[in-house]
């Protein structure tokens, strides 16, 4: 069935796509979070052209092609606006079928082991450590992920000894849980290998991006140099990039973001290499968008899933635009998992009031239409 219709709602941050096909099934994706009024309109002008009168169900080849179509344009948006569409492809596909999307590759509805990601760093060691303990307590989280150094902070701390204080402190009080740490590519080779030193003196698992995540050559210098997991490729956009780093066991879990990498199709790809090579793969999913229910879905399907889903424990308050986003409480915490329903697609239904509020554009007019069958005619031949 042929798409005829891709609809976008956006603010700053957040941007849905509703696809609709000839036969009239809907789905509905989004985008990667923040700017997303500019990813919008790189859905628009790059995507959609490609995507209208194209069949709606073979969603990995639809996405191939578009990116060969876009070569010249490699990178963050256009892999941010792809995602858009492929989200919305996969949720009418399980819509179509009656089924959730887990189950289409592979999966299941059911229950996902979470681990509680702090995303701050502008608290002391003893108030981190008290709200992670107390957070775990509530919820039955077993384990947590906190943040030591500094965003991209070259050597530097947030504050000067914080990360020495951090990690006993948060440690000694999750006791029993399994600690993971974040440094967000703040540390030079050695000083990640000091770094890494400590956290395995004090039993931490698992440590994300001790450098800056581009250097692949200095990822795999701090993991052959300890025996603590490393773990990386949050950021990475580029399939190519991930099986050079899953080739050269620059990581030890590999973790795509299935809206920054441009969506499910390409996530699976990458965990199919990952899976290869004996790799776990743990995504990034930082935020309460539709990224933490696909990533659900996706590790209830793969056979070399990660230990845990990533779950923010950062609330509206902290994240504003999250609130209202979906109707009821897809994110509920219990025993500390998730679960995927049984419902069709994501099993997620946007909040209307948002939609409403919310910028909106449709690339269904005839001259849309007429645009993309030119490119098709005339460009897309062989692509």
């Not at 210098?221 to 050079?244: N, P, S, Y």
């Amino acid at each position: 069935m042929r798409l005829i219709r891709l609809e976008t709602f956006h603010d700053e941050f957040v941007c849905f796509v509703k696809a609709t096909a000839e036969d009239g099934a809907i789905g509905w994706g989004q985008t990667a979070t923040y700017n997303a009024d500019i990813t919008a309109r790189v859905f628009h002008r790059q995507i959609t052209p490609w995507a209208l009168g194209q069949d709606s169900a073979d969603i990995a080849t639809l996405v191939a092609r578009i990116e060969r179509a876009e070569h010249k344009f490699p990178g963050s948006y256009r892999n941010r606006a792809l995602a858009g569409l492929d989200t919305a492809l996969w949720d009418m596909a399980g819509r179509r079928a009656g089924k959730p999307v887990a189950a289409l590759i592979g999966g299941s509805a059911g229950p996902v082991r979470a681990y509680a990601s702090s995303m701050r760093r502008d608290l002391t060691p003893d108030q981190e450590a008290e709200r992670l303990k107390r957070i775990c307590a509530e919820q039955g989280f077993t384990a947590a992920k906190f943040r030591i150094g500094a965003e991209m902070g070259e050597d530097r701390d947030q504050w000067g000894g914080r990360t020495e204080a951090i990690i006993p402190a948060v440690t000694r009080a999750l006791r029993g849980l399994d600690t993971l740490v974040d440094a967000n590519s703040g540390f030079s080779v050695p000083r990640a290998i000091a770094v890494g030193r400590m956290l395995e003196d004090n039993g931490v698992s698992h440590y994300e991006e001790p450098v800056p995540w581009w250097d692949l050559d200095a990822t795999a210098a701090v993991a052959e140099a300890l025996d603590i997991d490393v773990a990386g490729g949050e950021q990475e956009v580029e399939v190519t990039t991930f099986a050079r780093m899953i080739r050269d066991r620059a990581v030890d879990v590999v973790q795509p973001d299935i809206l920054y990498l441009g969506g499910l199709a390409k996530t699976l790809h990458v965990a199919c290499l990952a899976a290869a090579e004996g790799l776990a793969v743990t995504p990034h999913a930082a935020n309460l968008g539709l990224v933490t229910m696909a990533t659900m879905h996706l590790l209830r399907a793969l056979p070399n899933a990660g230990k845990y889903l990533e779950f923010s424990i950062e609330g509206d308050d902290y994240y504003p635009w999250q609130r209202d986003l979906f109707l009821g409480d897809p994110f509920r915490v219990s025993g500390g998992a998730l679960t995927v329903p049984e419902a069709p697609g994501w099993g997620l239904e946007v909040n209307p009031e948002w939609l409403a509020g919310a910028e909106y554009r449709s690339s269904d007019t005839p001259e849309q239409t007429a645009y993309a069958r030119l490119y098709h005619a005339t460009i897309a031949e062989g692509l």
